[in-house]
């Protein structure tokens, strides 16, 4: 396989999270208002957060300032790992912190190697 195949199937196998998380909200837009609202966050947020996971995970698909995108996305992954999985004595909320952190290295392997995996855009 070539660089560019794969720099797209990897970039492709990390944004799907974002995009099925768009479209859970987009479906059920009260349970995630309701859900952000329990955890201090406003739940009108909903809407450009909504927008920032469909846009970046398109982006990060496409290779679009991929170095960008995918620092943004670490920092959002890592954001929302503190407000919604902080409370480490549950296994599963420690399990999905660790999986928040995660995909964040993962984010940030990507942002460092931008210019091998087939990105576009400066």
Sequence with gaps: MNDKVIGVTARSMIAILFLLSAVGKLTAPAVAMRYMAEHSIPPLLVWPTIAFEIGAALALIVGFRLREVAFA?????LVAAVFFHRDLADKVQLTMMLKNIAIAGG???????????????K
Excluded at 73 to 77: K, P, Q
Excluded at 107 to 121: E, F, K, P, V, W
């Design 107 to 121: 984010l940030m392997l990507l942002a460092q190697s931008h210019s091998r995996i087939g990105a576009t855009g």
């Design 73 to 77: 996305l670490a920092g959002f992954t």
